[in-house]
């Protein structure tokens, strides 16, 4: 068990739709990083916050967005959702504000099915 | 253009054998280089990682990986494999000052009895 934890664990929904992924990260790190991961794409950084702003934007659709609360629990939004956002999508956290040096926990992450 | 290789999508070893998941990576600059394992429905967690210094750098669960700069590679070893340590196994390659990490595609492990 890393710390990190991610609701829900799965999530059914229909093209079109709108849903949001909410991630707790361990208790002290101020880092939490999202991650999607298909069979097409891999496994693909997607944003970080630290301590409540954005700090690193990777492969992040504009249909997607993400924030960081003041209790330093993250949400990552998906709107207008495709068939292909069907994935599973991780969080990580860390204690410092990122790079290599600054160990990422993840957690089980959340897998949603678009259909 | 920054990337991971792994060049074997599934490897099968017996229990007891000896592994060895091949990473190969292009970075532009000093890369930062991980091994991480994901067992089924879970999360990834870190086996190990590089930074500088000895290139021979041991981890958890008694994986290795060596560093071979003149190869562009990052391999991870296990002397003896057990049942348990059958999962996916994914390379990643970072930088110091950078918060993303590229992911190799991921090989898959199977373990025999």
């Known amino acids: 068990d890393s710390g990190v934890t991610q609701t829900p664990k799965h999530l059914i929904t229909a093209t079109g739709q709108r849903v949001t992924l909410r991630c707790s990260p361990r208790s002290g790190d101020l880092s939490v990083y999202w991650y999607q991961q298909s069979l097409d794409q891999g496994l693909q950084f997607l944003i970080q916050y630290y301590n409540g702003e954005e700090r690193a934007k990777g492969n992040i659709l504009e249909r997607f967005s993400a924030q960081q609360f003041p209790d330093l629990h993250s949400e990552l939004n998906l709107s207008s959702l495709e068939l292909g956002d069907s994935a599973l999508y991780f969080c990580?956290?860390?204690?410092?504000?990122?790079?290599?040096?600054?160990?990422?926990?993840f957690g089980p992450g959340t897998r949603l099915t678009v259909l | 253009a920054q990337s991971v290789t792994q060049p074997d999508i599934h490897i099968t070893v017996s229990e007891g054998a000896s592994l060895e998941l091949r990473c190969n990576y292009s970075y532009g600059a000093t890369p930062y280089l991980f091994w991480y394992v994901q067992s089924p429905g879970q999360g990834l967690q870190l086996l190990l990682k590089?930074?500088?210094?000895?290139?021979l750098v041991q981890g958890i669960k008694g994986f290795e990986a060596e560093f071979k700069r003149s190869q562009s590679s990052f391999n991870l070893r296990k002397p003896s494999v057990h049942w348990s340590d059958a999962a996916e196994y994914f390379c990643?390659?970072?930088?110091?000052?950078?918060?993303?990490?590229?992911f190799g595609s991921g090989t898959k492990l199977n373990v025999k009895p």
């Open positions: 590089y930074f500088s210094g000895d290139t």
């Open positions: 990643a390659v970072g930088g110091p000052n950078f918060n993303k990490f590229y």
């Open positions: 990580a956290s860390s204690v410092g504000s990122g790079g290599a040096q600054d160990t990422q926990y």
